[in-house]
């Protein structure tokens, strides 16, 4: 299975927090693996993560090769992703810390624009 740090994955079995989706930090012998809603982390053995993984979601690409206008949408995507989830009350800190980086991220793209 080829995969890159940066990719994310959904595996078979959701995880306690309720996602099933994950992103891949770290490649080797043993895989290493980030919960996208809760951010816990989880090294497994590579046989391991490949029998659980279901499918791969997205691929990351470089940022040189993405235009500032595809950065800027699927920064707006993940936002919105991320409002989506948003509990109605008791919003973790993990869930503010997320917010704020992709709104200031997406700020910052914009500014970069339309100074461009």
Not at 24 to 50: M, N, Y
């Amino acid at each position: 299975m080829d995969i890159k740090i940066g990719d994310t994955v959904r595996l078979k079995k959701k995880h306690p927090c309720g996602s099933y989706d994950w992103q891949v930090v770290r490649v080797g012998a043993d895989i290493g693996i980030k919960c996208s809603q809760c951010q816990h982390r989880v090294l497994l053995p590579r046989s391991v993560f490949e029998r659980r993984v279901k499918a791969i979601i997205s691929r990351e690409e470089p940022l040189s090769r993405k235009t500032a206008s595809e950065r800027i949408k699927e920064l707006e995507a993940r936002l919105a992703d991320l409002l989506a989830r948003w509990p109605a009350h008791s919003v973790s800190l993990h869930l503010w810390q997320q917010r704020e980086e992709l709104e200031e991220e997406l700020e910052n793209l914009k500014k970069e624009t339309e100074k461009s």
